[in-house]
């Protein structure tokens, strides 16, 4: 199988794959790889290699397709994939998979068939940070000079004036051990968005085992629903340039021992890479989001570099709204003054959420106190600030299996209980504020109501699956 590139033809490598798929001693044996004629599913051509500027295609789910050194859909193309299929990110060349300005992606999966792009290493031995990701970039407004996206060289820029740019549509789509730190504060996530405009759909997908952030918005105006992060190493919900969009239902579970040093988050919102006035403030607005984190009881030993469930910084204006967080060793901290102002005169709104925190509840930076963060959230918002972890969740209806506790990464449970069917959870959400204006109106506060959308598409345990 040839795949026609831009100006090149990429060639077909041999892979594993068939050894892996024929010969029952093979480490790699998949028997669910196996023709009933005995050969292989995928042909002995192996991956199908993608390499350089793709043309305009399609990827089927009869073949597996791996992405070697940066990929890149540029003006004017579309690489469409069909549900079902499983494309790899090749760890040696740092696989990225770029969608240009002007590009398209249409990964548009079903609940039965998702698409996959996860790791190119073996099941049990893949691990966070094994391939670069997926980056899409579009013409949408954002607040820095001419920026270029982090991690791709050479530079490729982002940004324009359509807020109604379109990069394409990720709907069940699962993005697993992606994202690298090249050097500090220089990565590539599992899914970053660079001033992507809001005819981007980007619904049911999942991020795990990520090595920087889970989900990065630089800038844009593009809306989601229903994001997973899970066991992401740096931050779940990172919030930069500008950002305007809207998102609804998100959830964060964190690993106890995966934490970058430079502090992870379950949100963590910024205006730009310094303190400094833009013309256009990070707005975007997130309502019904369960945030847990790495602690099941109070105590629990994890890592250090676990830092906030939410984390303000640099003149931020983020609404959230309609959401619990419990599980991290502090909850919400305002790093500058200019932070803290934006929030006493509405530019950024946090409202009628749940904060389980029973110690480093609220910090502060600049001219403001932690009792002047305390004095916010209070007026707003909810504290929970007791040490009965058990009950606490119990108040909540919340399910203790949803966190990982002390368990092993490939031990997390195969049936998580994210519904919520009784406690304080199941109403208490209000959407009278203006910032939060189109979105769902339901009554449960958090992700979960008694209806569970991760059913049927999500995996728990991708170290160990086989595809």
Request: with cysteine.
């Amino acid at each position: 199988m040839y795949v026609l590139l831009a100006g090149m033809l990429a060639t077909t490598a041999v892979s594993c794959r068939k050894e892996g798929c024929t010969d029952e001693t093979a480490s790699n044996y998949d028997e669910k790889a196996k023709k009933d004629d005995g050969s292989c599913l995928y042909g002995v051509e192996g991956y199908v290699e993608l390499l350089g500027d793709l043309s305009t295609q399609t990827l089927t789910k009869d073949k597996q397709y791996l992405i070697k050194g940066q990929v890149f859909v540029r003006n004017g193309q579309t690489l469409t994939i069909e549900p079902g299929t499983v494309i790899f990110g090749d760890k040696a060349t740092k696989g990225t998979l770029i969608i240009d300005r002007g590009g398209k992606l249409i990964a548009d999966g079903t609940l039965n068939e998702p698409i996959v792009f996860t790791s190119v290493l073996p099941a049990g031995q893949r691990d966070k940070g094994d391939w670069g990701g997926l980056i899409l970039l579009g013409h949408a407004r954002q607040n820095q000079p001419d920026p270029a996206v982090e991690g791709i060289t050479p530079n490729v820029y982002f940004g324009g004036e359509n807020d109604n740019d379109n990069s394409g549509t990720l709907r069940y789509v699962r993005v697993e051990f992606a994202g690298i730190e090249l050097t500090p504060n220089n990565e590539t996530n599992s899914i970053t968005m660079g001033a992507c405009g809001n005819g981007t759909v980007m619904e049911y997908a999942m991020v795990s085992f990520g090595g920087d952030d889970g989900f990065e918005w630089f800038g844009g105006a593009n809306d989601g629903k229903y994001l997973i992060s899970y066991g992401m190493w740096d931050d779940d919900f990172d919030v930069d340039y500008g950002y305007s969009g809207k998102n609804q239902y998100g959830l964060a579970v964190r690993y106890p021992s995966f934490a970058d040093q430079s502090g992870s988050n379950i949100f963590e919102c910024d205006n730009g890479p310094n303190d400094d006035e833009t013309p256009l403030l990070t707005t975007g607005t997130f309502s019904n989001f369960t945030g847990i984190g790495p602690r099941l009881v109070d105590g629990q030993s994890i890592s250090g570099n676990n830092q906030h469930s939410i984390d303000l910084r640099r003149r931020t204006a983020v609404t959230i709204a309609n959401s619990v967080f419990i599980g991290m060793p502090r909850g919400v901290r305002m790093n500058q003054t200019s932070v803290l102002n934006n929030y006493l005169a509405g530019t950024g709104v946090l409202t009628n959420n749940i904060l389980c925190q029973p110690g480093n509840k609220f910090l502060a930076g600049g001219d403001h106190s932690a009792q002047d963060v305390e004095e916010y959230w209070m007026a707003r918002n909810e504290l929970k600030d007791g040490t009965d972890f058990a009950a606490i969740i119990a108040e909540l209806g919340l399910n203790q299996n949803i966190f990982f506790g002390n368990n092993l990464n490939t031990n997390y449970s195969t049936n998580p209980t994210f519904t919520v069917t009784s406690g304080e959870l199941t109403s208490g959400a209000d959407f009278s504020h203006a910032k939060l204006s189109g979105f769902e109106q339901v009554s449960f506060r958090g992700a979960f109501g008694s209806t569970d959308w991760t059913a049927g598409w999500v995996e728990w345990n991708p170290i160990m699956k086989n595809y």
